[in-house]
């Protein structure tokens, strides 16, 4: 009997783990295919984004039942809370993501060929977060405390990213006003893809919490510059 519990007990644990992998990989299929549509000009791919967000809503909250179950029931310790805790909060930052990248695709629909952000820098900044979620997602299916760090280390880097893409919208801005609620709209969608990157790299904090136990000791480097650009009409 005691046998057959534990082995019960490890089949939700490990089905948990499954499920948010699953959430992940959904995630990721979401930001790449926002991504693929402003690329491309393909407002049809970016409505098959909006429409399947709703996915990640059922997704989480699935996750939030199960672990939820599992701290009423099972009362676990340890690593094995670590995992159910991880998964939660995981499972969140997941969500969140796949809001951005519906609010990506809704914006780029609203753009539509006016304006829309297809230059080289904003497509790099995009795959640069995309990057971040696929290896912190990585780092979580394979207990990779390293591959972890490293995903941590990268926020300041898209931080800077970010910081000049902002300067370079808001001088567009500036210089060509007739314009200005398009730029508003790439601010807008940069941003999201900014947070895109802070949500991966608290996945990343979360996978370091599940293996060691512990948060990062030091506070999470920042790149971001952007409260700090302030530009003027030329003359």
């Known amino acids: 009997m005691i046998d057959h519990t534990v082995k019960s007990y490890n089949e939700q644990l490990d ?3 499954t499920m948010t992998i699953a959430m992940g990989q959904l995630t990721e299929a979401q930001l790449k295919d926002a991504l693929d549509a402003v690329e491309r000009s393909d407002p049809e791919l970016a409505q ?4 399947r967000e709703p996915h990640a809503n059922h997704s989480e909250h699935e996750i939030d039942e199960l672990a939820i179950g599992i701290l009423a029931l099972r009362q676990p310790v340890a690593i094995d809370l670590r995992s159910v805790l991880s998964a939660l909060r ?3 930052e997941l969500e969140r993501i796949c809001d951005y990248a519906a609010d990506l695709a809704e914006r780029f629909i609203t753009l539509g060929h006016n304006g829309g952000p297809q230059q080289r820098s904003f497509m790099e900044f995009g795959r640069f977060a995309a990057t971040m979620l696929h290896d912190a997602m990585s780092a979580y299916e394979n207990r990779n405390p390293e591959l972890a760090e490293n995903v941590w ?4 880097k898209l931080d800077e990213i970010y910081t000049i893409l902002f300067r370079d919208l808001v001088t567009r801005m500036v210089e060509d006003p007739e314009r200005v609620s398009e730029t508003i709209q790439l601010l807008f969608m940069a941003r999201g893809i900014e947070r895109v990157g802070d949500r991966a790299t608290n996945i990343a904090e979360n996978v370091l919490y599940l293996v060691r136990g512990t948060l990062p000791g030091d506070d999470r480097p920042k790149g971001d510059a952007t409260r700090r650009i302030l530009l003027h009409k030329p003359n």
């Open 90 to 92: 995981i499972a969140n």
């Open 153 to 156: 280390g990268r926020d300041k």
């Open 15 to 17: 089905h948990l783990k």
């Open 48 to 51: 098959h984004v909006i429409e």
